[in-house]
């Protein structure tokens, strides 16, 4: 049974940094495309990071040159770190994997497995 467990959620004020973990209970984190995605109240969830098993990375323009995903092969962990954070980046963030070869796309309906979530708050 595949599982993810994401950490590092947290407050901070707008500029601040933070940097999300995403614990993994399988391979898939070496051979297999990840992401993240994040839900703000009353939003749909949205992708805001996504990497393919050699890492080539994709972002939307909204966190572009901002956030950075990054994965560590050997310790079956994802990253996430986020800079110059804004108060519209507020929101739950979770990891996804994805069973099937879906490269570094960033759309929901591609990922099978995820995470429960862990909540970014940036004030102004």
């Known amino acids: 049974q595949v599982q993810l467990v994401e950490s590092g959620g947290g407050s901070v004020q707008a500029g601040g940094s933070l940097r999300l973990s995403c614990a993994v209970s399988?391979?898939?984190?070496?051979?297999?495309?990840m992401a993240w995605f994040r839900q703000a109240p009353g939003k749909e969830r949205e992708g805001v990071a996504s990497i393919d098993r050699y890492g080539s990375t994709a972002y939307p323009d909204s966190v572009k040159g901002r956030f950075t995903i990054s994965k560590d092969n050997a310790k079956n962990t994802l990253y996430l770190q986020m800079n110059n954070l804004r108060p519209e980046d507020t929101a739950m963030y979770y990891c996804a994997a994805a069973r099937l070869w879906v490269g570094t796309s960033l759309r929901l309906d591609h990922y099978n497995y995820w995470g429960q979530g862990t909540q970014v708050s940036v004030s102004s």
């Open positions: 399988a391979y898939l984190v070496s051979s297999g495309c």
